[in-house]
């Protein structure tokens, strides 16, 4: 694949406020912009509407907006790690009728008040958080006074009144933790890199494993997120970006940049880490460098640039404005944007912080009550005693139930002798309880290995009896259901009554718009015949769509004509379909022996779908 390197100017990754225009920037000068750099371009009708406002509203992309000199300020100092006054919280773009809360700042009145991420502030001091009202003007103000939020968290209502203060952000915090150096990072800012390489040096010889918690980070710079990761890596190309044309442009740090440190890293994701910190965490997995545990994260994969003074004439007295540019992609070429990162360790949010320091004990002189786990590369060493206590025993019974089929578990005896166990037998010798995740009828399928991966994800949803039922035909709604599930398409993303068969009420509905809106899938006539069984090259085509859109390797692909031995190649598929079987067959993800136009098995499409996942690094190997 060819890479063009050029400028990226002030690339910014981190999710930020919908804020109103109220512009003083000239409305043919936000056309110019927008015509040039806005990532998939806008309709000429769009960019002729009246006025900013209009122009933003029709394009529909939070990450793109105007800034006052007041709000940039305000922005710079949340990315940059200032003292500001206010509640000390961070909120994403405007968010199922509200704004939802993203990290919550120490020592602040927002912790202190119990504020949590993932609270969706819907009003304050009864003013409705519409995605219209910035929510720095009802939120913020002088010091000493009082605010009171109404939240909606979970579908409960409370009511939580602060009192405004002065609150630091400190962007980088850390400590050692028994054989653990945890850094907890909620912004890719211009101290990141130095504050994380502080860490290292203080305490990189008391530690075994560290920690990087991301799991309130919304991203940040994309320079200071390279030069964060290649501490733990070393130098190297950290991150892609890809324009509107295709042209892409990368991010590196030089080939002698310092590696700090040769002890693994867990990093800490959750559903708010977002865009930098999913970055971050695709750096660590392609250089081999540590694993991810916790949650599927946020999926934000989008890149802006912010336009201010300093590089364009337009922007006068302190504006700005965001511009959604590129898309962007880890070093391994798989993007996170939608489909967040699958982390290596699935495990919940509460066992998450237990989970991580159980695989943070010093490598052991004797091996008795001590397992070893080998995963993706990387070794970590865990005390029987510690994972029997009962306040760690969830943690651990999820942690093996977490484990995928590339993880190798042993049990130590004397002084040298590591037997290799399985997950069930390690939980029997602590007498915990132990449910896989894997179902009862897969172990004769020719693709047990990739239907019980996709299981251990919880990608692939079986039936009530416990039982997948490899052998049964697949309908086009059962598909997409899998494939919107691997992905973690929002149901949202679809548009209710896009097929005039798919009611809205149908359980597949989201799944089936959602794929429809991402162009995945088509219908005929209007309908999608979603009972009908898919066939073999329309679950090729489908998957060959996907990896287009997941990975630079799959869009690259996409890209290449078939050369006339190809096309006598594939010449049994239908002519739609041949392009996608050579994409898929060159990612090496084809699977069964089934005929093209045979209906496809419940075994064969998860077992491509593992394979696409696989091949394209949306699962941490």
Same mark, same amino acid.
């Given at each position: 694949?060819?890479?063009?390197?050029?400028?990226?100017?002030?690339?910014?990754?981190?999710?930020?406020?919908?804020?109103?225009?109220?512009?003083?920037?000239?409305?043919?000068?936000?056309?110019?912009?927008?015509?040039?750099?806005?990532?998939?371009?806008?309709?000429?009708?769009?960019?002729?509407?009246?006025?900013?406002?209009?122009?933003?509203?029709?394009?529909?992309?939070?990450?793109?907006?105007?800034?006052?000199?007041?709000?940039?300020?305000?922005?710079?100092?949340?990315?940059?790690?200032?003292? *500001?006054?206010?509640?000390?919280?961070?909120?994403?773009?405007?968010?199922?009728? +509200?704004?939802?809360?993203?990290?919550?700042?120490?020592?602040?009145?927002?912790?202190?008040?119990?504020?949590? $991420?993932?609270?969706?502030?819907?009003?304050?001091?009864?003013?409705?958080?519409?995605?219209?009202?910035?929510?720095?003007? $009802?939120?913020?103000?002088?010091?000493?006074?009082?605010?009171?939020?109404?939240?909606?968290?979970?579908?409960?209502?409370?009511?939580?009144?602060?009192?405004?203060?002065?609150?630091?952000?400190?962007?980088?915090? /850390?400590?050692?933790?028994? %054989?653990?150096?945890?850094?907890?990072?909620?912004?890719?800012?211009?101290?990141?890199?130095?504050?994380?390489?502080?860490?290292?040096?203080?305490?990189?010889?008391?530690?075994?494993?560290?920690?990087?918690?991301?799991?309130?980070?919304?991203?940040?710079?994309?320079?200071?997120?390279?030069?964060? *990761?290649?501490?733990?890596?070393?130098?190297?190309?950290?991150?892609?970006?890809?324009?509107?044309?295709?042209?892409?442009?990368?991010?590196?740090?030089?080939?002698?940049?310092?590696?700090?440190?040769?002890?693994?890293?867990?990093?800490?994701?959750?559903?708010?880490?977002?865009?930098?910190?999913?970055?971050?965490?695709?750096?660590?997995?392609?250089?081999?460098?540590?694993?991810?545990? @916790?949650?599927?994260?946020? %999926?934000?994969?989008?890149?802006?640039?912010?336009?201010?003074?300093?590089?364009?004439? /337009?922007?006068?007295?302190?504006?700005?404005?965001?511009?959604?540019?590129?898309?962007?992609?880890?070093?391994?070429?798989?993007?996170?944007? *939608?489909?967040?990162?699958?982390?290596?360790?699935?495990?919940?949010?509460?066992?998450?912080?237990?989970?991580?320091?159980?695989?943070?004990?010093?490598?052991?002189?004797?091996?008795?009550?001590?397992?070893?786990?080998?995963?993706?590369?990387?070794?970590?060493?865990?005390?029987?005693?510690?994972? +029997?206590?009962?306040?760690?025993?969830?943690?651990?019974?999820?942690?093996?139930?977490?484990? $995928?089929?590339?993880?190798?578990?042993?049990?130590?005896? @004397?002084?040298?002798?590591?037997?290799?166990?399985?997950?069930?037998?390690?939980?029997?010798?602590?007498?915990?309880?132990?449910?896989?995740?894997?179902?009862?009828?897969?172990?004769?399928?020719?693709?047990?290995?990739?239907?019980?991966?996709?299981?251990?994800?919880?990608?692939?949803?079986?039936? %009530?009896? @416990?039982?997948?039922?490899?052998?049964?035909?697949?309908?086009?709604?059962?598909?997409?259901?899998?494939?919107?599930?691997?992905?973690?398409?929002?149901?949202?993303?679809?548009?209710? +009554?896009?097929?005039?068969?798919?009611?809205?009420?149908?359980?597949?509905?989201?799944?089936?718009?959602?794929?429809?809106?991402? %162009?995945? *899938?088509?219908?005929?006539?209007?309908?999608?015949?979603?009972?009908?069984?898919?066939? /073999?090259?329309?679950?090729?085509?489908?998957?060959?769509?996907?990896?287009?859109?997941?990975?630079?390797?799959?869009?690259?692909?996409?890209?290449?004509?078939?050369?006339?031995?190809?096309?006598?190649?594939?010449?049994?598929?239908?002519?739609?379909?041949?392009?996608?079987?050579?994409?898929?067959?060159?990612?090496?993800?084809?699977?069964?022996?089934?005929?093209?136009?045979?209906?496809?098995?419940?075994?064969?499409?998860?077992?491509?779908?593992?394979?696409?996942?696989?091949?394209?690094?949306?699962?941490?190997?």
């Amino acid at each position: 694949m060819k890479k063009l390197l050029s400028s990226l100017l002030a690339l910014v990754l981190g999710l930020s406020l919908a804020v109103l225009p109220a512009s003083a920037l000239e409305l043919d000068q936000a056309r110019e912009l927008l015509a040039v750099h806005y990532v998939d371009g806008v309709p000429p009708e769009v960019l002729e509407l009246p006025s900013l406002d209009a122009i933003l509203k029709a394009i529909d992309d939070p990450y793109t907006f105007y800034m006052t000199p007041e709000q940039y300020d305000a922005f710079d100092q949340s990315v940059n790690g200032q003292t *500001v006054v206010g509640i000390g919280a961070t909120v994403e773009t405007a968010y199922n009728g +509200g704004y939802r809360v993203m990290s919550v700042l120490p020592d602040s009145p927002a912790q202190e008040a119990g504020i949590r $991420p993932g609270d969706i502030i819907t009003a304050a001091d009864g003013t409705a958080m519409s995605p219209e009202v910035d929510p720095r003007i $009802p939120v913020s103000g002088q010091e000493g006074t009082s605010v009171t939020l109404t939240i909606n968290r979970n579908g409960q209502t409370l009511e939580l009144t602060l009192t405004r203060r002065a609150v630091p952000i400190p962007i980088v915090t /850390y400590e050692q933790r028994d %054989g653990a150096g945890v850094i907890d990072c909620i912004s890719f800012g211009s101290t990141t890199a130095s504050s994380v390489q502080e860490a290292i040096l203080a305490m990189d010889g008391d530690t075994s494993v560290w920690i990087m918690d991301l799991r309130s980070n919304p991203g940040g710079d994309s320079r200071s997120t390279a030069a964060s *990761v290649s501490l733990f890596t070393g130098g190297g190309i950290m991150l892609y970006f890809r324009d509107g044309a295709g042209h892409y442009n990368y991010t590196y740090t030089l080939p002698d940049f310092p590696d700090m440190t040769d002890k693994p890293v867990i990093v800490l994701t959750s559903e708010h880490s977002a865009s930098g910190s999913e970055l971050f965490a695709g750096g660590i997995r392609t250089y081999d460098a540590g694993i991810a545990l @916790g949650q599927r994260t946020f %999926g934000k994969g989008t890149a802006q640039i912010v336009f201010e003074e300093r590089n364009c004439p /337009y922007m006068k007295n302190g504006e700005a404005m965001k511009i959604t540019a590129y898309r962007f992609f880890a070093p391994d070429g798989a993007t996170n944007h *939608v489909t967040g990162v699958l982390p290596t360790l699935l495990i919940s949010p509460e066992n998450t912080d237990k989970a991580a320091m159980l695989l943070t004990h010093p490598e052991p002189r004797r091996l008795d009550g001590y397992w070893k786990l080998v995963l993706s590369g990387q070794t970590f060493y865990l005390k029987s005693s510690d994972a +029997g206590e009962e306040e760690n025993q969830a943690a651990f019974t999820e942690l093996l139930e977490a484990l $995928p089929l590339s993880a190798a578990l042993y049990k130590g005896s @004397g002084a040298a002798t590591w037997t290799l166990v399985s997950p069930e037998q390690a939980a029997s010798e602590l007498g915990l309880s132990f449910t896989p995740r894997t179902f009862s009828d897969t172990e004769d399928s020719q693709f047990a290995r990739e239907i019980d991966i996709l299981a251990t994800y919880r990608i692939l949803k079986g039936f %009530g009896d @416990g039982t997948f039922r490899p052998g049964e035909t697949i309908s086009r709604a059962q598909f997409c259901a899998m494939t919107a599930s691997a992905l973690a398409l929002p149901a949202s993303a679809g548009k209710p +009554g896009r097929f005039s068969d798919v009611p809205d009420s149908a359980w597949y509905a989201g799944a089936v718009n959602a794929m429809a809106n991402m %162009g995945f *899938v088509s219908g005929i006539g209007g309908t999608f015949r979603p009972g009908q069984a898919i066939t /073999y090259q329309e679950m090729v085509s489908i998957l060959s769509r996907i990896a287009a859109w997941v990975s630079m390797d799959g869009y690259d692909l996409d890209g290449l004509l078939l050369t006339p031995e190809e096309v006598e190649k594939y010449s049994d598929f239908a002519s739609w379909a041949q392009a996608p079987a050579r994409n898929l067959d060159e990612l090496n993800v084809l699977a069964g022996d089934l005929a093209p136009t045979d209906p496809g098995t419940r075994e064969i499409a998860a077992a491509m779908l593992c394979r696409l996942m696989e091949r394209t690094h949306l699962i941490w190997n």
